[in-house]
């Protein structure tokens, strides 16, 4: 196995559930929640939320790009 050449520090913080922001070591944040049908399939009321993007948009943005 080769050397480690990079290792993600991220620290994740929950806030008012479903809400999380999380931390990287350069200094900006993140917030996740669970917008619209998610909140929904949750059993959450999406109007009682703030929407955030989901972890899921997250990776997909960062996939595509």
């Known amino acids: 196995?080769?050397?480690?050449?990079?290792r993600s520090e991220v620290?994740?913080?929950r806030r008012?559930?479903?809400?999380r922001e999380a931390f990287?070591?350069?200094?900006?944040?993140a917030v996740f929640g669970v917008p619209g049908a998610l909140a929904?399939?949750?059993?959450?009321?999406?109007?009682?939320?703030?929407?955030h993007a989901a972890t899921l948009?997250?990776?997909v943005a960062a996939a595509a790009g």
């Open 16 to 19: 008012k559930p479903p809400i």
């Open 1 to 6: 196995m080769g050397e480690v050449v990079y």
């Open 40 to 51: 929904i399939h949750y059993g959450l009321d999406p109007d009682a939320i703030d929407p």
């Open 11 to 13: 620290r994740i913080e």
């Open 24 to 29: 990287f070591a350069t200094g900006e944040s």
């Open 57 to 59: 948009d997250y990776i």
